[in-house]
């Protein structure tokens, strides 16, 4: 059966922004990540879910990243079995890969 999860992967604290993005699938263990941008309102949010919902009819496990400033919003969709990440990499959205070699 699959596991269908909403996390909300960094949000503000008393003490600031904290994130926890870097332990949702880390660059070498990933088969691809897949940055996303695009203006507001052009349906990354949508495109998004509805690729985590096919993977979820297919029996899959998907975890669905919401944003902390709107929870209606995606910020990405993790299908762990397949080690795949898609994210939201419009500002202000930041993606840093460690690995140059990428």
Do not use: W
Not at 60 to 76: A, I, K, P, Q, Y
């Amino acid at each position: 059966m699959a596991v269908e999860r909403h996390i909300f992967p960094g949000n503000n604290t008393t003490e600031g922004f904290y994130s926890y993005y870097h332990y949702i699938l880390g660059q070498r263990e990933a088969n691809r990540i897949i940055c996303i941008k695009g203006g507001p309102g052009v349906g990354k949010s949508t495109f998004m879910r509805k690729i985590g919902e096919t993977y979820l009819e297919k029996g899959e496990d998907v975890d669905f990243m919401h944003c902390s400033s709107d929870n209606n919003s995606l910020d990405g969709v993790v299908l762990k079995n397949r080690r795949i990440a898609l994210i939201d990499a419009t500002s202000p959205h930041v993606v840093v890969f460690k690995d140059k070699s990428l």
